[in-house]
């Protein structure tokens, strides 16, 4: 397999040549310094994946020739939607790339009570560049969807077949709710939801809501994990594997 990149516009079923530009291009030629002759792999999110060389090499742009083309996708049965209070910085940036190599489905930026990192349109963007990045790494032929930010309560009225909410269930005014353990997770196929809070938590009305609204609260153990690490130990039980 060469070195993969990816195609912003599908160039269509029956292309023989194909034109890189853009980023893409200058990684290309910048970067890798490719030469004629060279293989690469080309995606554009959907699923199909072309083999191809490079056949010349311009300042800007490069043409490839497609040797072959099919549709090849490597996503789990499961359809795992993950909202999530995003956490600060480049923390953001390493947990969206660790969620597109588990195979999450979609990831949805939570807005909620104790948020501190407010997901703002210029950080969704660049968090969209990074699962390019982190499928031209890992393989993966479909892009994670990152939607655009969501205030909580509506997050917990859309219709996931199985929902799960992550809280630590020592929080206070929560003696009387059952959660379930990581361990117990569990989803065979279909659309599966899980939110995850920020730094301090869901509050009380949050949990109490959410149970309200159907979902199952569940803790992931007795230490209190950053929210990159309860994402990433959700999506590994749900999905590895799969």
């Given at each position: 397999?060469?070195?993969?990149?990816?195609?912003?516009?599908?160039?269509?079923?029956?292309?023989?040549?194909?034109?890189?530009?853009?980023?893409?291009?200058?990684?290309?030629?910048?970067?890798?310094?490719?030469?004629?002759?060279?293989?690469?792999?080309?995606?554009?999110?959907?699923?199909?994946?072309?083999?191809?060389?490079?056949?010349?090499?311009?300042?800007?742009?490069?043409?490839?020739?497609?040797?072959?083309?099919?549709?090849?996708?490597l996503e789990p049965i499961v359809q795992l939607t993950i909202g999530v209070a995003l956490p600060k910085g480049?923390?953001?940036?390493?947990?969206?790339?660790?969620?597109?190599?588990?195979?999450?489905?979609?990831?949805?930026?939570?807005?909620?009570?104790?948020?501190?990192?407010?997901?703002?349109?210029?950080?969704?963007?660049?968090?969209?560049?990074?699962?390019?990045?982190?499928?031209?790494?890992?393989?993966?032929?479909?892009?994670?969807?990152?939607?655009?930010?969501?205030?909580?309560?509506?997050?917990?009225?859309?219709?996931?077949?199985?929902?799960?909410?992550?809280?630590?269930?020592?929080?206070?005014?929560?003696?009387?709710?059952?959660?379930?353990?990581?361990?117990?997770?569990?989803?065979?196929?279909?659309?599966?939801?899980?939110?995850?809070?920020?730094?301090?938590?869901?509050?009380?009305?949050?949990?109490?809501?959410?149970?309200?609204?159907?979902?199952?609260?569940?803790?992931?153990?007795?230490?209190?994990?950053?929210?990159?690490?309860?994402?990433?130990?959700?999506?590994?039980?749900?999905?590895?594997?799969?």
């Amino acid at each position: 397999m060469g070195q993969r990149y990816y195609l912003e516009q599908s160039p269509g079923d029956d292309v023989v040549e194909i034109v890189l530009e853009g980023q893409e291009a200058q990684h290309l030629i910048k970067v890798m310094r490719a030469r004629v002759g060279d293989a690469v792999e080309l995606f554009d999110g959907s699923g199909t994946q072309w083999e191809a060389e490079v056949q010349e090499i311009r300042r800007n742009e490069a043409t490839l020739r497609v040797l072959t083309s099919g549709f090849i996708s490597l996503e789990p049965i499961v359809q795992l939607t993950i909202g999530v209070a995003l956490p600060k910085g480049d923390r953001q940036k390493w947990a969206i790339g660790k969620l597109v190599e588990l195979g999450v489905h979609r990831v949805v930026p939570l807005i909620t009570e104790n948020g501190v990192a407010q997901p703002v349109e210029k950080a969704i963007e660049r968090l969209r560049r990074q699962v390019v990045e982190a499928s031209k790494q890992c393989g993966r032929n479909h892009l994670m969807e990152i939607t655009e930010p969501c205030a909580l309560p509506d997050f917990l009225g859309q219709p996931f077949m199985q929902r799960w909410i992550a809280h630590p269930p020592t929080g206070k005014g929560l003696a009387n709710v059952a959660f379930v353990s990581v361990g117990a997770l569990s989803a065979e196929s279909g659309s599966v939801g899980v939110a995850i809070g920020p730094e301090g938590g869901f509050s009380v009305r949050e949990i109490t809501d959410s149970i309200v609204a159907g979902w199952t609260p569940l803790q992931l153990g007795s230490r209190i994990l950053r929210i990159e690490t309860a994402a990433m130990a959700v999506a590994a039980q749900l999905l590895l594997g799969r």
